[in-house]
């Protein structure tokens, strides 16, 4: 199974160079479909369409702007998962129900501060289960001091509530059996992600909830020939937020004591443990960081897409996968990359194929990453 | 099974004790079930066929994916997406055929109409092929790499199945496809006869025929029963051919590199062969096994459908793999068959006893309370009685959750499964001294002497 | 003070001769899982003192460095540091006894930058400790000058420099130095033993592990010989190199 | 796996005496004159030769030209200092590792870059520093999956029931040929042990008699002794001498310096990832750049 580094296997081999020529040749076809479909132009070949299409460009750019968006909660989430692989030394299954984890309670918190304090009609536990019809709260970061306050707490709870979470997860779950092999702590992470997905489902129910009001939240258009391209404040903040948060580890991990422990463990835990490094607090930091990261995640989710339910973590959790391992699992900068890789990706796709299968294509991309390099496009660096 | 009609009478009792030893718990289940539902009132006979059709089918899952897992060491999460290429391939080789353009329905699909057992074969040649193009690149990747990698690949085709462009496609007239979001009506006619005319046991089939219609008059009973005498067959059939795959040298090598595929390798064993033939029959017998599982919804012919193939089935079949402990077949069965008594079917039938005891209906009172109502009254009055009643009615979401815990004890505990650790010798034949030699001259090894011979 | 305690073969009693050393192991067994390396293995490092330990390949050498560290299964036997017990101390406590040490492989931590490498060998302390880093700086002029460089991408020689300076971020009392010539090229062995008499002279006991048998006999207080995982011989570095014996074990006698 | 008997590879390996066996000698023409006439002998056969192997480890040369010959029926000891190239040596004539440069020969036949199992195949097997016994697996079966190309080991045969008794008669012989193996070595009382139980000797002797069992021409054996308790490790080395007598011929990597000396006819020393000499286990011990390459420092090569 330790097959992939240094040791040569005949598939290996047999696999890879073909594959470089009809992956450049894919790539070569894409760009040349894309740029005619922007151009309107379409080519035939004996009655068959080769190439070309209509793209309008306003839809083009309305997909790079989604697909960004998409990447940096992607991203964002890729953080922790990256950061546990290289420190904790296995695959966490678990990491997609810490984005539901987020989500749920940074949306309760921000439906019982608005809720409560905003309209005052409604019963705690009614707000807490989410039982309302979210327009009628006003939950838009542009709604009112009282929406605004609703959304940052809500961010905040979401971030400290899923760092709980997770420190609990970790003493429960995972540090008894810390010594044990990466397998062992991947299958654990698997009953671990559905304890806590089947919670939230037990709690919350199976229905989706809905929040923004579209009403409250201010929109910036620009006209193109093409149509309009259009942002709202919530795209803003999930923009200025990932990229602070982003920029903010990138700064904890470069200049704090412990930020350069958890690099120094991610290297080499031998060395940390002779050298003094208290490496269980290290770890703690590690899901501390990774948690309110993924919990943050999460809720910027709730306030882009508008709404969430107990399964869609689960259901990212191997889009943010494939953004970890395009960048090299176990680096965190590999992971920001790869998630705008990624978030782009499935966005693009639907460029050239129908929608249902955008997130089926980062997938594949994913696959392909593997095959063709499996240390990731950051490749060498196993450093948080 | 396996046993060679060379080997020592005392010997074949201790092998045979295996299969006596499932045997005995399926017993014990079925007691359990039979006692429980006759308290309850509930009819036996569809009591006992529903529990085998959920104990067959988690015991062939368990059995082939511990060809994978337990015995290769291939960590394979994407289960769900073999068994879903078996049986779409099974439904579009077998459907009854559609003139193209004849169904006014966009996503109406026909099929070949070629018979089931070769749609069936076709199906699970089909999950191996596409077994063969995940081995390729995927099998020299790590452990958790591949787990990632066959999960991915798995949704990848229930993704594709799902898009409406290959619901429905024109192939020499003949309307084929995939049904789209819709799925696909198994309508390949009463499949448990046409399997037990394959079978050419058509007279066994007519005789169940005249004895349900005697005792209930009902041929769906036919049916079901017949659908679960099939299941245990296959069952007793992956058992004896994964035991005789794995009491055999091929089954020792895959043991090998499941510890050191390095040192196998350097033992002179052409490791990535062996991988990729383990892994395409593996996800043969996961396709094969995608065609038993929705062939029949408990009676009536089945129906397919893409969000029946989400990963959720997989981590069922991996927790009774667990439970009985990878790397053993006869653990792989009984955890199978745990996994589908206690926590598949468990939570159900309790809660049908329940309903049938207390003459309520449980699942109503889950449509119609929430969470929310179910705390309420311990907030005001301590009153936990909602709460349990909630928790009841919610017991089939909750399974997965206790699923969950169970994973998570068993890891900590027990990572060989509730059975322990079974020494399954992996050879041909019991690895006993041979007879020629007692214990007795050891001394001729003393001094080396062995090699004049 | 190399001369004050070299050359200690004297007649005084065993017990009289080590009651004041720095670091005393008696009778230890150790080894990895149940395989035992090492058989009753005596040893002394005096305050200041400069100690080698060389032998044949396989002998144990470096099982005794870890051994010391608290890095083996420990099977008999005890080791004292500083008149306080440390025999079977995890390394992250012994760390705080005043010992340092120096691995031989993956002594770096390759993706830090060599300041960082250095801050690291200081995290128990709750400041870097400026005034230990401006000492490392001038004795290791080279990680002043790369100090924002990515250790992993230094030459091997650099990269051993910064491992004993991240050892001596904690100012330790002894240095426990395992092949630091290993894998050096030979105008780098020269340059690295001179760094490490260089410690030894500021005050900081050595006990070095040592494949450069000759190099590193000439250059130190005292030499113990293990063959087999039991010490053979102790004497002064060149009485053991000029010693027909000792050469022939080498090559097995 | 028919010919069930540890008997001696010859044929194949005598009809392949390569023709310019005794080019490499060359290459050591600064020695002085005892190793100069062990140069001038040409062997009866040399099933492997190495030819100016060349690993790098990124920036790090671990092997920089070594070159090589092994003779046929010998016992060859391959010593040096730590870090010398010695098991980075092993691990590219093995396949293992692939080299950056250099030609490896074996019976004649370049099997430079080979798979491992492709070069085990050949009948050149070896045995690893740390001894990778399959932990789960009993002694016995450890010992059954090594001979060489068994029936058994094709699905089809295993499954079918009309192949079947032909694997089950195959079984048979082997577990006999096992048996002998485990009492040659004594460690029959341990065959339903799991491997991963054994203590570290008794790992040792497993992977040699599991090695053996291959039935290969050359055994490369990687510090077989370490670990190993001196009155087994006695024993261990009557069965080397007995086998090298039948014809089996033995490279190992040892640091026992006794051992190697008093055993092989045969040394290589590797120094800085080159062979520093070759020669008579007298040429070697008198040879002063040997002990100055232990004792350290630079070395002339």
């Known amino acids: 199974m330790g097959v992939a580094d240094g040791y040569r296997t005949r598939v290996g081999v047999l696999v890879e160079n073909p594959l470089y020529g009809l992956l450049a040749f894919v790539g070569l076809y894409l760009v040349a479909d894309l740029i005619l479909k922007l151009g309107g132009i379409e080519l035939e070949l004996a009655g068959v369409k080769v190439l070309g299409g209509f793209e309008p460009l306003n839809s083009f750019l309305s997909k790079v702007i989604s697909g960004l968006l998409r990447g940096l909660i992607i991203g964002l989430t890729g953080i922790g998962l990256s950061m546990t692989y290289s420190i904790l030394g296995f695959a966490n299954f678990a990491h997609g129900d810490f984005i539901t984890v987020g989500a749920f309670i940074g949306t309760v918190t921000s439906y019982i501060v608005a809720g409560v304090i905003g309209a005052a009609t409604y019963d705690i536990g009614t707000l807490a289960l989410l039982k309302i019809q979210a327009t009628q709260l006003g939950l838009a970061i ?53 304890v806590v997905r089947y919670l939230a489902n037990f709690i919350w129910g199976i229905e989706k909830f809905t929040t923004s009001s579209p009403l409250d939240v201010w929109e910036f258009s620009v006209t193109l020939s093409s149509g309009d391209v259009t942002v709202n404040a919530h795209d803003l903040t999930l923009l200025v937020l990932a990229v602070s948060l982003m920029l903010g580890v990138h700064v904890l991990l470069q200049t704090s004591k412990l930020g350069k422990a958890m690099r120094a463990m991610a290297d080499n835990k031998d060395l940390a443990r002779v050298t003094g490094i208290p490496t269980e607090r290290v770890i703690r930091f590690t899901w501390v960081l990774g ?5 943050v995640a999460g809720y910027t989710w709730v306030l882009w897409r508008g709404t969430f339910g107990w399964f869609d973590g689960w259901l990212f959790l191997l889009l943010v996968f494939a953004a970890v391992i395009l960048g090299g699992i176990g680096s965190i900068y590999g992971a920001m990359a790869g998630g705008l890789v990624i978030g782009l990706a499935r966005d693009l796709s639907t460029v050239f194929i129908p929608s249902a299968l955008a997130k089926a294509s980062a997938f594949a991309l994913m696959i392909v990453v593997l095959v063709v390099k499996p240390s990731g496009l950051f490749a060498g660096r196993t450093t948080a | ?99 193209a353009g004849g169904g006014a329905v966009g996503g109406a699909a026909g099929g070949l109409g070629l018979p089931l057992p070769i749609g069936m074969l076709a ?331 | 003070m190399s001369t004050e305690t070299g050359a200690a073969s004297g007649a005084a009693t065993e017990i009289d001769r080590w009651s004041e050393s720095l670091l005393q192991v008696r009778n230890l067994d150790a080894g990895y899982g149940d395989l035992q390396i090492l058989t009753d293995v005596d040893l002394d490092v005096r305050d200041g003192e400069y100690v080698t330990i060389v032998g044949p390949n396989g002998a144990g050498k470096s099982t005794v460095m870890k051994s010391v560290f608290g890095l083996t299964s420990h099977m008999g036997g005890t080791v004292t540091f500083d008149d306080s017990d440390i025999t079977g101390m995890p390394p992250d406590e012994i760390i705080y006894e005043g010992l340092g040490y120096v691995p031989q ?149 | 796996m028919s010919d069930t008997d540890i008997d001696a590879p010859d044929e194949a390996v005598q009809a392949n005496v390569p023709d310019d066996a005794d080019v490499d000698y060359e290459e050591a023409e600064t020695q002085d004159s005892e190793t100069e006439e062990a140069a001038k002998h040409v062997p009866e056969a040399v099933p492997l030769q190495v030819e100016s192997l060349t690993k790098q480890f990124g920036g790090l040369t671990a092997v920089d030209g070594a070159s090589f010959e092994v003779e046929q029926g010998s016992l060859t000891g391959l010593i040096g200092p730590n870090g010398a190239g010695k098991s980075t040596t092993f691990n590219c004539i093995t396949g293992v590792l692939e080299p950056t440069a250099g030609v490896v020969r074996f019976n004649g036949e370049d099997i430079t870059g080979l798979a491992p199992h492709e070069v085990a195949d050949r009948g050149l097997a070896r045995t690893f520093q740390i001894a990778r ?157 040997v002990l100055e390459a232990y004792l350290g420092g630079e070395v002339e090569t």
């Open chain 2, 123 to 453: 199906g699970a040649l089909a999950a191996a092929l596409f077994g063969l193009l995940v081995a390729l690149p995927a099998l020299r990747l790590r452990a958790d790499y591949l787990a990632i990698v066959t999960v991915a690949v798995s949704e990848i085709f229930r993704l594709s199945v799902r898009n409406g462009n290959i619901a429905s496609f024109n192939v020499g007239g003949l309307a084929l496809g995939f049904g789209g979001g819709d799925g696909l009506q198994l309508d390949w006619g009463s499949e448990v006869e046409l399997l037990f005319d394959a079978l050419l046991l058509g007279g066994v089939y007519d005789g169940l025929v005249r004895a349900a219609e005697q005792l209930t008059g009902s041929p769906v009973t036919v049916d079901r029963v017949g659908y679960a005498l099939i299941l245990l067959a296959f069952m007793a059939g992956y058992y004896a051919l994964l035991q005789r795959m794995g009491n055999s040298p091929f089954g020792r090598v895959l043991k090998a590199i499941r510890e050191d595929e390095e040192a196998t390798n350097s033992l002179g064993k052409d490791t990535d062969r062996f991988k990729i033939v383990v892994f395409m029959i593996g996800c043969g017998l996961m396709g094969l096994l995608g065609v038993l599982w929705y062939m029949n919804a408990g009676g009536g012919g089945g129906s397919i459908n893409p969000t029946q193939f989400r990963p959720t089935i997989t981590f069922y079949i991996w927790v009774a793999l667990i439970i009985g402990g990878a790397g053993s077949n006869t653990g792989s069965v009984m955890g199978g068959a745990l996994f589908a008594a206690v926590l598949y079917r468990g939570p159900r039938f309790l809660q049908t006893v329940i309903d049938e005891l207390t003459g309520t209906d449980l699942s109503r009172f889950a449509r119609q309370t929430g969470f929310g109502e179910a705390m309420a009254p311990i907030a005001g009055s301590f009153d936990v009685f909602p709460l349990l009643l909630y928790t009841v009615t919610k017991l089939q979401d909750l399974q997965l959750l206790i699923m969950g815990l169970v994973i998570i004890y068993l890891m900590h505990n027990r990572p060989q499964g509730l059975l322990g650790h079974r020494k399954e010798q992996a050879a041909a034949i019991e690895l006993s001294r041979p007879d020629r030699r007692s214990g007795g001259d050891r001394a001729v090894a003393a001094d080396g002497g062995v090699e004049d011979e």
């Open chain 2, 1 to 99: 099974m396996s046993v060679s009609d060379r080997v020592p009478d005392r010997v074949s009792a201790v092998r045979d004790s295996d299969p006596a030893m499932i045997l005995l718990l399926l017993l014990a289940i079925y007691a359990v079930y039979l006692v429980l539902g006759s308290i309850a009132g509930v009819d036996p006979l569809s009591n006992l066929t529903s529990l085998t059709r959920w104990i067959g089918l988690f015991a062939i899952a368990a059995l082939a994916l511990n060809l994978h897992w337990g015995y290769t060491g291939l960590f394979n999460i994407g289960v769900i997406g073999f068994m879903g290429v078996g049986v779409y391939v099974t439904a579009i080789v077998s459907k009854e055929p559609m003139a």
């Open chain 1, 142 to 194: 542009t709604g009112g001091w009282v929406a605004f306050a609703a959304i940052v707490l809500g961010l905040v709870v979401a971030g400290a509530g899923t760092v709980g979470v997770v420190l609990v997860v970790d003493r429960l779950a995972f540090k008894p059996i810390r010594d044990r092999s990466s397998v062992a702590l991947l299958i654990t992470s698997i009953g671990v992600a559905l």
């Open chain 4, 133 to 289: 016994e399959l932990g789960e697996m009993t002694v016995l079966e450890n010992l059954m999956l090594a001979p060489m190309g068994q029936r058994g080991e094709s699905l089809w045969r295993s499954v079918l029931p009309f192949t079947r008794r032909s694997v089950v008669e195959e079984e048979e012989e082997v577990l006999e040929e096992v048996w002998d193996t485990l009492e040659f070595f004594d460690i029959d009382h341990l065959a339903d042990e799991y491997a991963g139980n054994l203590s570290g000797g008794q790992r040792k002797l497993l992977e040699l008699a599991r090695v053996l069992l291959t039935d290969p021409d050359v055994l490369l054996l990687d510090e077989p002794f370490a670990g190993v308790n001196p009155s087994l490790e006695e024993r261990l080395l009557e069965h080397l001498h007995e086998l090298r007598e039948q014809g089996y011929t033995f490279l190992i990597v040892e640091h026992d310096m006794d051992l190697i000396m008093n055993n092989c006819e045969r040394v290589i020393v590797m120094h800085q990832g080159s062979v520093l000499t070759e020669g008579t286990p007298e040429d070697v011990k008198s040879d002063e750049r």
């Open chain 3, 105 to 253: 492989n993956n002594n770096i931590f390759d993706s830090l930058s060599v300041r960082e490498n250095l801050e690291m060998g200081a995290y128990i302390l709750d400041e870097v400790p400026e005034d230990a880093l401006a000492e490392v700086f001038e004795r290791f002029p080279i990680l002043e000058e790369r100090q924002d460089q990515t250790a992993g991408t230094m030459s091997g020689g650099q990269q051993q420099m910064l491992a004993m300076g991240r050892a001596l971020m904690l100012s330790p009392e002894m240095l426990l130095l395992d092949e630091p010539s290993a894998g050096l090229a030979p105008d780098l062995v020269d340059e690295m033993f001179e760094k490490v008499d260089e410690i030894n002279d500021a005050g900081t006991s050595i006990l070095m592990v040592e494949q450069n048998a000759k190099e590193a006999l000439r250059r130190c207080d005292r030499g113990y010989v293990l063959v087999d995982g039991k010490n053979r011989y102790e004497d002064s570095g060149t009485a053991l190199l000029d010693d027909e014996q000792v050469r022939r074990d080498f090559l097995g006698g």
């Open chain 1, 291 to 295: 948690g309110s990261l993924t919990g």
